[in-house]
Structures are given as structure tokens and as C-alpha cells.
């Protein structure tokens, strides 16, 4: 836990305050006026938030069908200008693709096999990322994938 202080217009307190809320678990706010009585003084406590990981049934609610996952992963590896590498989107949702690929695999042998590739997929988005959070790396992918659909 840590004090935060910041001085702001009396028009933007609410504001500070709310992005300060958006991005840490806070406290309550103690507000002062400064000294010379034209902006304020707000003390607050905070706390890094947890990150949120998502379920898969979570991160996947609003995803387009696996068949359609499949046919733009493919079309978008075989349209793929030569020299040119496949950027962001495609690394994401090829990793998405094999996370819901082996989650829904019933055979022990085939669960295994899509989990290994789901997982290696996980490790190339996190590389193309640059990734320095330590967690499960299709743990990862979910969370992604969810901010990526929500921002679309």
C-alpha cells in the first residue's frame, strides 16, 4: 500500500479521482485546500490492483465462431505478403483459436496435443508483446483476447 497526493484544479478533482479509482484499489479521499487557496491538495491510500484473469467462458462470450476463427487465421497466414511478418491480430487470435480449440476437445490424447500448441501459440503472443507478466501464459491469452474484443 502506498500514499498518493495531488494537487489539481478544484474542476478536476472528481476526475483525478475517478481515473485514480479506474486504476487502483483506493481509499477514501482526504481533500484540502493549498495554501494559497486556488487548487486542492487530495491525499488518498492505493493499492495495486490484482490482475484479472479471465475464464475462458469470460474472455470467449463474444468471440466469432471457431470455424470463422479458423478460416481468418488461415486466409490471413496465406495472404500474408511475402517478407512481411503477421502482426499482433494474428498472433492473438491464432493463440485464442487453439486455447478454445483445446478446451473443447474431449479425447485425452487430442486435449494434450491442442493444449501443448495452445500453450506454445500463448508463449508467441507474449514474445510479440514483450510481455513481462508471470502467469499462465494462456491465462494470458484470455485476458488479451477479451480487452482486444472489447476494443474492436
Known sequence: MFEIRV???PDDTEQVTA???DTFTTGAVRQYATRDGKRERLYLTADLR????PTPEEAYALAPSIISEVGWTAGTAADKPFGKGLGREFWLRKAALLDRIALGDESERVRTDAAEMATAAAHRLMDTDDATVIC??????????????RQK
Open 50 to 53: 490484482a490482475e484479472r484473469w
Open 136 to 149: 499462465d501464459p494462456r491465462a494470458y491469452v484470455r485476458q488479451q483476447y477479451e480487452r482486444w474484443l
Open 19 to 21: 481515473a485514480l479509482g
Open 7 to 9: 494537487i489539481c484544479d
